[in-house]
């Protein structure tokens, strides 16, 4: 009856459930959280220019959420960061540029008076679900009528 | 009765035909019965593969080699920037767990989709097929929905050591057939 196997069996599968009882723990004290927080965003000087993009074998672009004549419902990701666990969450930019590109598809940018900003974000708990929720507040803004003439402005 | 004794296996001496029969349909019904929960798992999340694990380092800090995700694919939940898609490329065995970064979506509901990995510093349009700009409705296999550590490590440890599957498989085997209740 208690051979090295049986007992290693036991102690094995105590584990097992151990920790499954703990990671169940860990999905519960996250579950219920509300994750909202207050956004507050604001844009700058604001320019558009129509170069080509040789990422992408197209063969002009205007340089997130905004609607063209043909797509309906264009999200682009200007900006991120991630925090982990004991950063300071509170994040405050005076002066910030965009950290990607921000190109249409087609040349749906320039004049475009309904471009929103948003901020939203992902939480990755120990173990449980990973909601994603949008941030209270957010930037409508429009593109200027006319390309900016300055390459390197 | 030493430490190493196999009186384990004086079980199987002792079983009769039926008893045999017994276990061997005991092995068919775990074996069945774990494919009924995967097919279940497939019917209720939508997603041709449910759950997922995280093979690469591309989206560290959020996923480690070796998580467990948990995936849904339901058809009327369209794709926002900022998810965590799961997509499979044609051509590429291995389903990839990436961030989408943009969207682009016609009235009609086609949407075309740029993903990057958090950890990555430039855009996956390398990883995709030659000459592939943008990532469809089609080659997503479901978006990242629940998420467990280091489950999936037995997985990877599987498919880095064929050797190690084959024995933890026969071990796994041989203690059906052979326990008796």
Redesign the interface.
């Known amino acids: 009856m208690n ?3 049986s007992r290693l069996n036991t102690i094995f599968a105590f584990t097992l459930s151990v920790m499954a009882g703990l ?1 169940f723990l860990c999905f519960l004290s996250t579950f219920f959280n509300d994750h909202k927080a207050l956004v507050a965003i604001n844009t700058g000087k604001v320019i558009v220019k129509n170069v080509p993009d040789y ?4 063969e002009k672009n205007d340089l997130a959420e905004y609607e063209t004549k ?8 200007v900006w991120d960061k ?1 925090i ?1 666990r004991g950063d300071n969450p509170i994040l405050d930019y005076r002066k910030a540029n965009t950290k ?1 590109y921000f ?1 249409d ?1 087609g040349n749906g940018l320039r004049a475009n008076k309904n471009i929103t900003l948003t901020l ?3 939480v ?7 909601p ?1 929720i949008m941030g209270e507040g957010h930037h409508r803004f429009e593109f200027p009528e006319d390309y900016s003439p300055n390459r390197f402005q | 009765m030493g430490m190493f004794d196999f009186d384990f296996l004086d079980d199987v001496r002792r079983m009769n035909k039926r008893q045999l029969y017994y276990q061997a349909l005991n092995f068919g019904m775990i074996v069945s019965s774990a494919l009924m929960i995967w097919k279940g798992l497939m019917v209720v999340t939508g997603s041709e593969s449910p759950i997922v694990v995280v093979l690469s380092g591309s989206m560290e800090p959020a996923f480690y080699r070796g998580d467990l995700l948990f995936l849904t694919n339901y058809r009327e939940e369209p794709i926002r920037a900022g998810e965590i898609v799961v997509f499979k490329i044609e051509g590429r065995e291995i389903p990839i767990v990436h961030r989408v970064l943009k969207v682009h979506e016609k009235e009609n509901g086609t949407v075309k989709f740029l993903t990057k990995g958090d950890n990555n510093s430039v855009d996956d349009r390398g990883l995709y097929a030659p000459g592939q700009l943008w990532l469809e409705k089609k080659e997503v296999v479901g978006r990242a929905r629940g998420f467990v550590p280091y489950v999936g490590i037995v997985t990877i440890l599987m498919n880095d050591y064929p050797k190690f599957k084959y024995a933890i498989l026969a071990c796994l085997g041989a203690f059906v057939l052979i326990h008796r209740e």
């Open positions: 051979t090295v196997l990671t990422s992408a074998s197209r043909d797509h309906k419902l264009n999200q682009v990701v991630i982990k990607y190109w598809y939203s974000w992902n990755i708990p120990n173990a449980g679900t990973l994603k």
